[in-house]
Protein backbone atom coordinates (compact mmCIF):
# COMPACT_ATOMS: atom_id res chain seq x y z
CA UNK A 1 0.00 0.00 0.00
CA UNK A 2 1.71 3.55 -1.20
CA UNK A 3 1.66 6.20 1.54
CA UNK A 4 0.78 9.80 1.23
CA UNK A 5 -0.28 12.11 -1.69
CA UNK A 6 0.39 10.98 -5.18
CA UNK A 7 3.09 13.39 -7.06
CA UNK A 8 2.19 15.91 -9.87
CA UNK A 9 4.11 15.46 -12.92
CA UNK A 10 1.42 18.16 -14.88
CA UNK A 11 4.50 20.39 -14.28
CA UNK A 12 7.27 18.19 -14.85
CA UNK A 13 9.05 19.70 -17.95
CA UNK A 14 11.94 17.78 -19.65
CA UNK A 15 15.22 19.64 -20.45
CA UNK A 16 15.84 19.34 -24.42
CA UNK A 17 19.83 18.00 -24.42
CA UNK A 18 20.42 19.46 -27.65
CA UNK A 19 18.27 18.70 -30.65
CA UNK A 20 20.77 17.90 -33.45
CA UNK A 21 20.84 14.54 -34.26
CA UNK A 22 24.01 11.81 -33.13
CA UNK A 23 25.14 12.29 -36.47
CA UNK A 24 26.45 16.11 -36.09
CA UNK A 25 27.74 14.77 -32.42
CA UNK A 26 29.90 11.85 -33.32
CA UNK A 27 30.69 14.29 -36.33
CA UNK A 28 32.04 16.96 -34.04
CA UNK A 29 33.44 14.10 -31.79
CA UNK A 30 35.56 13.19 -34.76
CA UNK A 31 36.48 16.48 -35.88
CA UNK A 32 37.90 17.36 -32.85
CA UNK A 33 40.07 14.30 -31.95
CA UNK A 34 43.55 14.56 -30.92
CA UNK A 35 45.74 12.43 -33.65
CA UNK A 36 48.38 11.87 -30.84
CA UNK A 37 46.27 9.56 -28.49
CA UNK A 38 47.38 5.47 -28.43
CA UNK A 39 44.18 3.45 -29.58
CA UNK A 40 43.93 2.46 -25.84
CA UNK A 41 42.70 6.79 -25.03
CA UNK A 42 41.34 6.71 -28.66
CA UNK A 43 38.92 4.29 -27.20
CA UNK A 44 38.11 6.23 -24.19
CA UNK A 45 37.52 9.33 -26.50
CA UNK A 46 35.55 7.45 -28.99
CA UNK A 47 33.05 6.51 -26.27
CA UNK A 48 33.07 9.95 -24.20
CA UNK A 49 33.43 12.23 -26.60
CA UNK A 50 30.18 12.29 -28.45
CA UNK A 51 28.09 12.67 -25.73
CA UNK A 52 29.96 15.52 -24.43
CA UNK A 53 28.93 17.16 -27.67
CA UNK A 54 25.45 16.07 -26.96
CA UNK A 55 25.83 18.09 -23.60
CA UNK A 56 27.44 21.29 -25.25
CA UNK A 57 30.71 19.99 -23.31
CA UNK A 58 32.89 19.53 -25.91
CA UNK A 59 35.05 22.66 -27.36
CA UNK A 60 37.87 23.10 -29.55
CA UNK A 61 39.52 24.88 -26.16
CA UNK A 62 38.66 21.76 -24.02
CA UNK A 63 40.47 18.87 -26.31
CA UNK A 64 43.36 18.86 -24.24
CA UNK A 65 41.55 18.64 -20.70
CA UNK A 66 39.39 15.91 -22.58
CA UNK A 67 42.71 14.09 -23.83
CA UNK A 68 44.25 14.24 -20.36
CA UNK A 69 41.25 12.34 -19.31
CA UNK A 70 41.65 9.91 -21.87
CA UNK A 71 44.83 9.39 -20.97
CA UNK A 72 44.29 9.05 -17.37
CA UNK A 73 41.50 6.72 -17.64
CA UNK A 74 43.81 4.15 -19.73
CA UNK A 75 46.51 4.48 -17.32
CA UNK A 76 44.01 3.73 -14.25
CA UNK A 77 42.84 0.56 -16.50
CA UNK A 78 46.27 -0.38 -17.07
CA UNK A 79 47.71 -0.16 -13.63
CA UNK A 80 44.58 -2.11 -12.38
CA UNK A 81 45.02 -4.92 -14.67
CA UNK A 82 48.60 -4.99 -13.91
CA UNK A 83 47.81 -5.09 -10.41
CA UNK A 84 45.09 -7.81 -10.42
CA UNK A 85 48.16 -10.06 -12.44
CA UNK A 86 50.85 -9.11 -10.16
CA UNK A 87 49.22 -8.98 -6.90
CA UNK A 88 48.89 -5.52 -4.86
CA UNK A 89 51.58 -6.21 -2.42
CA UNK A 90 54.62 -8.10 -1.74
CA UNK A 91 55.99 -9.34 1.76
CA UNK A 92 59.26 -8.70 2.84
CA UNK A 93 60.39 -10.68 5.98
CA UNK A 94 63.14 -9.30 8.80
CA UNK A 95 63.70 -8.42 11.93
CA UNK A 96 59.87 -7.07 11.97
CA UNK A 97 58.44 -10.23 11.02
CA UNK A 98 56.88 -10.91 7.97
CA UNK A 99 54.99 -7.20 6.14
CA UNK A 100 52.59 -7.05 3.39
CA UNK A 101 53.62 -3.81 1.48
CA UNK A 102 51.82 -2.30 -1.26
CA UNK A 103 53.59 -2.49 -4.42
CA UNK A 104 54.90 1.06 -6.02
CA UNK A 105 52.54 1.31 -8.59
CA UNK A 106 49.46 1.36 -6.05
CA UNK A 107 50.80 4.80 -5.41
CA UNK A 108 50.84 5.83 -8.88
CA UNK A 109 47.29 4.15 -9.21
CA UNK A 110 45.82 6.27 -6.81
CA UNK A 111 47.94 9.28 -7.74
CA UNK A 112 46.48 8.83 -11.76
CA UNK A 113 43.28 8.44 -9.78
CA UNK A 114 42.87 11.85 -8.23
CA UNK A 115 44.13 13.36 -11.49
CA UNK A 116 40.67 11.36 -12.84
CA UNK A 117 38.57 12.16 -10.14
CA UNK A 118 39.12 15.90 -10.46
CA UNK A 119 39.22 15.50 -14.79
CA UNK A 120 35.12 13.84 -14.02
CA UNK A 121 34.43 16.91 -11.73
CA UNK A 122 35.65 19.33 -14.72
CA UNK A 123 33.35 17.47 -17.46
CA UNK A 124 30.50 16.78 -15.18
CA UNK A 125 30.82 12.60 -15.12
CA UNK A 126 29.64 11.84 -12.08
CA UNK A 127 26.26 12.92 -11.26
CA UNK A 128 27.20 15.00 -8.02
CA UNK A 129 29.82 17.19 -10.71
CA UNK A 130 26.54 17.33 -13.59
CA UNK A 131 24.04 18.50 -10.76
CA UNK A 132 26.52 21.05 -10.18
CA UNK A 133 26.93 22.27 -13.78
CA UNK A 134 23.18 22.36 -14.50
CA UNK A 135 21.93 26.03 -15.38
CA UNK A 136 19.76 28.02 -13.11
CA UNK A 137 22.07 28.13 -10.12
CA UNK A 138 22.28 31.69 -9.46
CA UNK A 139 25.64 33.67 -8.76
CA UNK A 140 25.97 35.18 -5.59
CA UNK A 141 26.37 38.77 -7.62
CA UNK A 142 23.90 38.10 -9.59
CA UNK A 143 21.49 40.98 -7.90
CA UNK A 144 24.41 43.63 -8.73
CA UNK A 145 23.63 43.47 -12.20
CA UNK A 146 20.76 45.37 -11.54
CA UNK A 147 22.20 47.98 -9.36
Not at 134 to 144: E, I, M, P, V
Request: one cysteine or more; proline letters at 5%.
Amino acid sequence: MSRGRKPDLSNVVALPLHDEPQAVHHARAEALKPDWLTDGELAVWDRIAPELAMLGRLKPHFVDALAEYCIVRRRLSDARKYLDEKDWHYITGGRNGTQYKARPEVAQLNDDWRKWRSLVGEFGLAPAAERGMQSGQSDLFDDFDSI
